[in-house]
């Protein structure tokens, strides 16, 4: 940063940052000497008569006296430091310094110490003193192996050191009580972990001569969640006591143990006895860490007999007064029972008068009342007798983020609940003065939510009461307590009840009936999550332990705590920094304020107050703010900030008197010393001070030069925001906490009269319960903004102390953080002041502050004289958008110290323009707040309370009649009110009373205004579009036409984005609105996009009937992809529609679910189920479960469909008309019975053919379903069969009249030719599915199949797929695989291969774009190539799984083919027609490679040269068809196969050899040898599968479609060419090359192989490519050798016989 600076252009050097001064004492002779070091002094620490220098570098310098250096210079100057060689290498980033010893902690975050070592507080053993700087391992005995602990910090004492880990945990070694380990054994040599601390975050510790400091972060308020305990674990004595008074209860907390501890009469401290050490967190700062209690107490002792409880309660007298008790009342009160300390004393001695026993007979006597009489006097107490649950809402999450709602304890809770059981017409005012001081508890600044309250936040015993109470330590001594600073902290520890025989005030009564105020923190709890750890936590704990003789822990006494304890009156005041001297504590706020306790001999406290044992404000002059201090034996040192940015010093203390130094140090006669702080006067010589250190007698000061003003710069920014912080801390707790009090304190007063007592309003009715929510929002804002404030002014001062760089400044960095916070205060501000709060708080304010506000007035900078209070307090509240003027004109001094070039430049420079934007931006927004409250003011009529909300604001409005109504009525009046989020028009005529009687309010972002053209019309007008009106605005100008529109579209584009920038809003927008007309969406909610006034784009409506539509609109209606809902009242269920709509209805493709569980998946049209779809009827498990697939006319079933009636076993396939089964079909059972035939009225009615599963068939008359009547042939399965008429049901028995036949061997052979041949009365193929393929045409634009523009149809498709794609990266349909999101981006664009003469290279890129779309469900041949193989397999799996049905099933597909290729070709014109060539260039490649292969067997077509449907189609479509064809084919052949198969098992148990001979193989074609495992085997009688092996293994690929893809027949011809090339390949290795295969030789070998290769269905294979195999290449090489396959089918199942 600094090569940045403008300077020389050389770094700073020593002199410039980082010089050290270094003096004694106070006075103005007194000249600090300066230390000159090569490098920048980075820190200092001194001991008691030596000191140790951190600078930069990490090198280490000590000066002063050194004892422990035997043989080296044991005595140096300080202005001629030396350095410590032994850590040369380590690079340092830590010094620390006690009386006689020293450490430094290494960047790694290793520990080095040396010095004094008697009593171990080196850490190193054997050793009384360590000369060097030494090595001492932290390690962690509770790990395995103990690893080493990285520690931040040291702290060094007499005989103790302490050390902060990176865990924030505190480690320590040496001697003493003041290490607080449990432990009676010292000096400890290996540094332990203070496990009394573990769990808390430790941000600092400090020691002093023998006591320790640590600095502790609070619990955060989840850790706090555990019930309290009722009794002090440490003492058993109760935590809260009850003492009964003539005429009120006073219930207290006050309970006090000093962790056990007793004092000897040589002064040392031990733990009583019986007391065990400690094993468990402490329940709470005054209860002792143990597992155990105290068998036996001892007695008191003298130095603690005399503490009484000072503690002051509010008390509710029977008159409704707030009484508060005296000293002499709580005196005398706690005269026998506050004579002892609680666990010193007797058991119960700090408790009620009364025995534990007694208290209990006394309420359970009390709580026997009636029923009867206790609920009429709840019903009188009414909401008073349990708070609210939300009275303490405001702390939930989404206010004060990290806090939970608060409850009171339940020891606390269930005393008061006892009392108020047994007297009920008492509760009323027990609850207010709970009630009372939770509240006070909220506003004062506390940590963690209710102050004082134990148990405001459920919580372990470890942490609750450490973070709940807060109220000071000092009250447990009647010796030490402060009185006046309770007072005004305004807490109380006591709670004061009515008395249990007195009655009830009737006042209480009418109080208790009031609204309440809730409570508010003032302080966040937890701080702004957003900071996180960016800034230092303000909610902090001093813990303190050691000895305390002289106070020095500030507990209130003088006793030695062994283990750390909270000073619980430091618990609320903000601590950043503790500092040790000798025997006192220092603590520093972030409000600037200095805490001193302990030792005041010389005056170090900096005031001569009695008390020293707790806590007090050292006294300064008013407008000094102290942040950075420094403790020495006597004397205190505090840097501070004067009337300008330059730190002044300030010294208190003794005068060092030269000469004199070897004084004893307690010895203060004849030296002189400070009552209060004194400045130092040579302070402004130093340059900037960044850092005080002090010890023994000794004073150090590290200060920079201003070099180009940076130092001055940086210091004036933290001064600034020191003072802002105390400002509005200021403001909070004189301004705004008493503000809030009203809302719960009715106090009462007599009138000057003395005559009448007036009782002063509560603020909830003075506000109003709406006002009164936003104060509530206004304070927490304040709060927050207060909080990040203070962090913000502790992290200046750490970087002041420290870095000093631009890059760590927290509002560079993380600028967001402010900027949000100050809208967010600014908008809660302006909220108030719209509604009137103000002007409703100044009653309130003026009955508390009075006539002359002085206090207001001073704090709110104000010097007008008579100003209203309300526009005082409006201008308080307001105040803090002023800093950000002073942020903005800070950073760019700051800005001015760099190269423009440089990034801090471009950093400040940025956080400038940020700062001042946002300034600007919030002085513009209380304008408008104050310009609407005005307006709300004067507004007439009733339409204020409806039209008046706190984040409204008027832009301009038509009173002046600037804009008007075209064709209003003559009478009519119009107005016309211009908010920043709505356009409200009020309407009325002229001769009523009341001007407006109605009004509409236009919400902005649902608002379009378009200017109409002047020279069209001669009218200014606008045109307003609205969802469900379209008005015209006439305005008096062109000028005030140009200013209503600019105002509307700033107004809406400031509503939609927050901006109001732009001249126009965007047409297109997103918004929510409410339907008040329209017909079919009244009252509906729309949320979504929006075009010129209709819902356009994606959005969702909502019914107040309970339907959900979620999808597309457009033009204001459902169009495209959507999901709706539709509830169902009689089956408590919903319908549920998943598709795509079009102007409102669905339309297209879609699934339905039905309430009943019924789903429809197919197509729509205006919401009727038209197309092609399937319906799935009830479940396995129902009554009735039915699938249906087909075609659907106006939501009925019509034309070629498939029913699977699962229930029944049976399967239709036919045509429907209007849900009926009407014309030809086919049925087949799950018995194997077939029937095709005619259907009428839903039966089998007409001509039919009926086959059962034994082959009988009857062909004739059906007249029902299964029931024959009429004339017909019935043929058994033998041949014979019946002729003439037949009645009566299939399988039940038949009646018939007519002949019997009986073929014989000698009949004709037309006799023999009965078989009925079936598929004749079913429908013929290209019948079936033609909504499917109809369908598909329409989404190519085609509303006929072919007729349409082919370029027409890639755009479709092109347009398809977009749309699909978008809506599947929206989610509003299933994500795509990686596999098909490429596939579709390549379909997208439209191919060039669709136009032009088609050749061979052409032709492939067709058929791979087919092989895409096919594979792509989003493209329509995608699409419908899915619903082909849907259809496909409902028909012919299951039932449908029929022998008899493979005809149908093979002329089904091969009018797919054929119907596909119509719509290829149609998107490919030039492709030919069926069977047509592909003209091939000469050129062509692969001519030359057809020609090399030509022979002298018989030359074929070739297929790649002649177009087809099924060498293009086959590949894509058999695939997915081929397992229920194969299975049809299976079944068909499987008598065939089983013989076959027989034959195949019986010859494949010969060897090869034998089997060879016996199919009749020559010779010369046997193997010789054959290769296995890469070696020659010779062929032996013996050998079995071995010969021809190769040849064996590729034959088999012909059956293995679950592992290959050899599905189509060109692919099965393909592997038995193959088979032929192998078998030739083996057979050529052993005869001459010029070979030739006749068949007779070819026959046998392959024979061999057909046997070898055991194709278990080789007759269903043989059929299948003889089926499906393309014409082109029946005659040719394949066909041939596919002949040959079939004979050797043949054949083998001939050899059975032979």
């Known amino acids: 940063m600094e090569s940045q600076r403008k300077s020389s252009g050389e770094e700073d050097s020593s002199g410039e940052r980082g010089s050290l001064h270094t003096w004694k004492g106070y006075s103005y002779s007194v000249t600090p000497e300066r230390v000159l070091l090569s490098r920048p002094v980075l820190q200092a620490a001194l001991g008691t008569r030596h000191g140790v220098l951190l600078v930069e570098g990490g090198q280490v310098y000590s000066f002063g006296e050194f004892p422990w250096k035997q043989s080296q210079v044991s005595v140096v100057g300080p202005l001629k430091p030396v350095l410590e060689s032994a850590l040369s ?19 790694d975050g290793g520990v080095h110490m040396w010095g004094e070592n008697s009593f171990g507080q080196c850490g190193l053993s054997s050793l009384t003193v360590v ?156 209860e002792p860490l143990s597992s155990h209690t105290s068998a036996s107490a001892p007695g008191p002792h003298p130095s603690i007999t005399e503490h009484t409880d000072y503690e002051r309660g509010r008390t509710v007298a029977q008159n409704g007064e707030v009484l508060t008790t005296t000293d002499s009342d709580i005196s005398a009160a706690g005269t026998d029972s506050d004579r002892t300390v609680g666990g010193v004393g007797g058991a119960g001695s700090r408790n009620s008068p009364y025995p534990d026993q007694a208290v209990k007979e006394y309420l359970k006597k009390l709580s026997d009342t009636s029923l009867a009489e206790e609920t009429v006097k709840m019903t009188i107490a009414g909401a008073s007798f349990q708070p609210p649950a939300d009275s303490l809402d405001l702390l939930t999450s989404d206010l004060i983020p990290g806090v939970m709602p608060v409850t009171t304890s339940s020891a606390l809770n269930s005393l008061v609940s006892s009392c108020a059981s047994a007297v009920v017409g008492r509760v009323v005012s027990t609850c207010e003065a709970l009630s009372l001081k939770k509240r006070i508890n909220y506003y004062y600044p506390g940590v963690g939510g209710v102050a004082g309250v134990p148990g405001g936040v459920p919580g372990g015993p470890a942490e609750e009461r450490v973070r709940l109470e807060e109220s000071m330590q000092g009250k447990k001594s009647c010796s030490t307590g402060d009185i006046r600073e309770e007072e005004a902290e305004g807490l109380s520890r006591r709670l004061s009840l009515p008395g249990l025989l007195s009655q009830v005030s009737p006042r209480l009564l009418r109080r208790a009936s009031r609204p309440r105020v809730r409570a508010v923190p003032l302080t966040p709890v937890g701080g702004l999550p957003e900071a996180g750890e960016l800034l230092p936590s303000l909610q902090t704990e001093v813990w303190s332990w050691g000895r305390g003789e002289e106070g020095q822990l500030g507990h209130g006494d003088n006793l030695p705590r062994l283990q750390p304890l909270c000073i619980k009156c430091l618990s609320s005041k903000e601590v950043v920094l503790v500092a040790a001297g000798a025997h006192h504590s220092l603590a520093l706020t972030a409000q600037s304020q200095v805490f ?242 103000f002007q409703a708080l100044a009653k ?157 309010v236009f919400p902005l972002a649902t608002l379009w205004v378009e200017p109409i053209p002047e020279e069209n019309t001669g009218l200014y007008g606008l045109k307003l579009i609205s969802p469900e009106e379209t008005f015209t605005l006439l305005a008096c100008s062109s000028m005030e036409k140009a200013k209503w529109l600019r105002s509307i579209n700033q107004a809406v584009d400031q509503a939609m984005s927050g901006a109001g920038q732009r001249a126009e809003p965007p047409i297109s927008r997103t918004a929510s609105y409410t339907f008040y007309k329209d017909s079919r969406l009244k009252e509906a909610t729309y949320e979504g996009r929006w075009l010129a006034g209709k819902p356009n784009g994606r959005g969702m409506v909502k019914w107040l009937d309970g339907r959900i539509y979620t999808g597309t609109f457009k033009n204001g209606l459902e169009d495209g992809f959507g999901d709706y809902v539709i509830p169902s009242k009689t089956l408590n269920l919903n319908d549920h529609y998943q598709g795509h709509w079009k102007e409102g209805k669905m339309h297209g493709i879609g699934t339905y679910k039905y309430a009943t569980g019924e789903l429809y998946e197919g197509s729509f049209q205006d919401n ?116 003439g008429s037949f009645t009566g049901e299939w399988g039940s028995g038949l009646k018939v009249t007519g002949s019997f036949f009986k073929p014989n061997l000698y009949d004709s052979d037309g006799d023999k030719g009965r078989a009925v041949k079936l598929g004749r009365l079913a429908v013929r193929p290209e019948e079936k599915w033609r909504a499917v393929f109809e369908e598909c045409w329409m989404r190519l634009g085609c509303e006929a199949p072919g007729q349409g523009e082919n370029q027409r149809a890639w755009e479709n498709i092109a347009v398809a797929l977009t749309t699909s794609r978008r809506r599947h990266r929206d989610g509003s349909e299933m994500n795509l695989s990686r596999t098909h999101n490429r596939t579709l981006g390549s379909l997208e664009f439209i191919p060039q291969q669709h136009v032009g003469p088609v050749t061979m290279e052409k032709y492939d890129r067709i058929r791979h774009s087919l092989i895409k779309a096919c594979d792509m469900p989003l493209h329509p041949l995608g699409m419908l190539m899915e619903t082909l193989v849907a259809v496909y397999r409902m028909t012919y799996v299951g039932v449908g799984a029929n022998r008899r049905l493979l005809l149908q099933a093979v002329n089904e597909i091969m009018s797919y083919l054929a119907r596909i290729f119509q719509l290829v070709r149609f998107l490919f014109p030039d492709l030919p027609e069926e069977g047509g060539a592909i003209p091939e260039p000469s050129s062509d490649p692969q001519d030359k490679k057809d020609s ?197 089918y043949y054949q083998i199942q001939h050899e059975k016989t032979t």
Not at 89 to 107: I, K, L, M
Request: charged share 20%; glycine share 8%; proline share 5%.
């Open 844 to 1000: 309130p304010s003026l009955d508390f502050f009075g006539k002359c506000p002085e206090l207001l007035q001073r704090l709110a900078e104000s010097s007008e004289e008579n100003i209203p209070l309300s526009d005082l307090l409006v201008t308080l509240f307001y105040l803090p958008m002023r800093h950000l003027h002073e942020y903005g004109r800070l950073l760019l001094k700051l800005g001015t110290c760099f190269e423009v070039s440089s990034v801090d430049y471009q950093k400040l420079q940025d956080g400038c323009s940020k700062f001042e934007a946002l300034a600007l931006h919030l002085k513009r927004r209380r304008k408008e707040a104050e310009y609407t409250y005005h307006f709300w003011k004067s507004f007439p009529g009733k339409m204020t309370d409806s039209l008046r909300k706190p984040h409204r604001r008027l832009i301009c409005e038509s009173s002046n009649k600037a804009l008007t109504l075209q064709n209003s009525g003559r009478f009519s009046v119009n107005w016309f009110i211009l908010f920043n989020d709505a356009l409200v028009h009020a309407q009325g005529v002229v001769p009523y009373k009341s001007l407006f009687s109605t009004h509409h």
């Open 1492 to 1688: 090399n292969c030509a022979d002298t067997q018989l030359e074929s077509p070739k297929p790649g040269r002649v177009v087809s449907s099924s060498a293009l189609l086959l590949p894509v479509l058999l695939p997915r068809l081929y397992p229920p064809l194969f299975t049809l084919y299976a079944l068909e052949k499987e008598r065939e196969d089983d013989v076959y198969w027989e034959c195949v098992l019986r010859l494949n148990k010969q060897p090869d050899m034998a089997l060879l001979a016996f199919l009749g193989v020559q010779h010369k074609f046997w193997p010789v040898s054959v290769p296995v495992l890469g070696e020659k085997t010779e062929v032996v009688s013996s050998t079995k599968d071995a010969c021809f092996a190769s040849a064996t293994e590729t034959l088999q690929q012909i059956r293995q479609f679950v592992f290959s893809t050899t599905f189509t027949p060109s692919d099965k011809l393909q592997v038995i060419q193959l088979t032929f090339e192998e078998i030739t390949k083996e057979v050529m290795s052993s005869l001459e090359d010029n070979f030739l295969w006749s068949m007779d030789d070819l026959f046998p070998v392959f024979l061999y192989v057909v046997l070898r290769a055991r194709i278990r269905n080789l007759g269903s294979e043989v059929s299948l490519i003889e089926d499906l195999m393309d014409p082109c290449v029946q005659h040719g090489e394949h066909g041939i050798m596919f002949t040959t396959l079939k004979a050797c």
């Open 596 to 837: 001193s306790w302990g030792s005041n001999s010389s005056g170090q406290l900096g005031h001569m107050d009695c008390p020293t044992t707790i806590p007090r404000l050292a006294k300064l002059s008013e407008g000094i703010r102290v942040w950075d201090v420094g403790a020495g034996v006597q004397h205190t040192l505090l840097l501070a900030d004067g009337d300008c940015y330059q730190p002044i010093l300030y010294y208190s203390g003794q005068q060092v008197i030269e000469g004199a130094q070897d004084a004893p140090q307690d010895q203060t006669e004849g030296y002189s010393y400070t009552q209060q702080p004194v400045l130092l006067p040579f302070c402004m010589n130093l340059g900037y001070v960044s850092a005080v250190f002090a010890g023994g007698q000794s004073c150090v000061a590290l200060a920079d030069r201003n070099v180009m003003g940076f130092s001055a710069s940086l210091h004036e920014l933290a001064t600034a925001e020191r003072k802002f912080y105390c400002k509005l801390s200021s403001v909070k707790n004189h301004i705004l906490r008493p503000l809030l009090d009203l809302g719960e304190n009715y106090c009462c007063r007599y009138s000057s009269t003395g005559q009448r007592p007036w009782v002063r309003e509560s603020l909830s009715t003075a506000l109003g319960p709406a006002s009164t929510v936003m104060l509530q929002s206004l304070a927490r804002c304040y709060s927050r903004l207060c909080h990040l404030t203070g962090q913000h002014s502790a992290s200046l001062t750490a970087n002041l102390r420290r870095r000093r760089e631009v890059k760590s400044l927290v509002m560079l960095e993380h600028a967001s953080i402010f900027l949000d916070t100050y809208n967010e205060y600014c908008c809660s501000v302006g909220n108030f002041l719209v509604m009137g709060g």
């Open 1168 to 1283: 009727m189920r038209h197309g092609h779809g399937m319906l799935r009827s009830g479940t396995l498990n129902s009554s009735s479960p039915s699938v249906f697939i087909g075609q659907w006319v106006h939501d009925k079933k019509t034309g070629y469909g498939v029913f699977d009636d699962i229930t029944r076993g049976e399967k239709y396939m036919g045509m429907w008309q209007d849900d009926q089964r009407q014309g030809t079909g086919v049925i087949v059972t799950q018995f194997g019975l077939y029937y095709e035939g005619a259907f009428n009225n839903n039966k089998m009615q007409g001509t039919g053919v009926l086959l059962s599963e034994d082959n009988t068939t009857y062909e004739g008359e059906f007249s029902e379903d299964w029931t024959l009547n009429g004339k017909g042939v019935l043929t058994m399965a033998n041949g014979d069969y019946f002729e």
């Open 131 to 286: 000369p060097n700087p030494t090595p001492v391992a932290v390690l962690d005995p509770d790990t395995s192996p103990p690893h080493t602990i990285r520690v931040l910090e040291l702290a060094c004492g007499e005989q103790h050191s302490l050390a902060l880990s990176a865990q924030h945990e505190v480690w320590a070694w040496g001697s003493g009580c003041q290490l607080g380990l449990v432990t009676t054994i010292f000096p400890v040599w290996k540094p332990q972990k203070v496990e009394h601390l573990a769990g808390r975050h430790v941000l600092q510790v400090a020691c002093g001569a023998f006591h320790s400091l640590a600095l502790v972060r609070c619990l955060p308020p989840q850790e706090a969640r555990r019930p309290l305990p009722d009794k002090c674990g440490q003492c058993n004595q109760l935590l809260y006591t009850m003492t009964d008074k003539e005429d009120h209860v006073i219930i207290s907390d006050s309970h006090y143990c000093p962790l056990g501890v007793e004092l000897l009469a040589d002064g040392e401290a031990k733990l009583g006895p019986g007391r065990s050490p400690p094993l468990r967190l402490q329940s709470s700062p005054s």
């Open 89 to 107: 290498g380590q690079r340092v980033v830590a010094v620390a310094a006690g009386s006689f010893h020293s450490g430094a902690v290494t960047e």
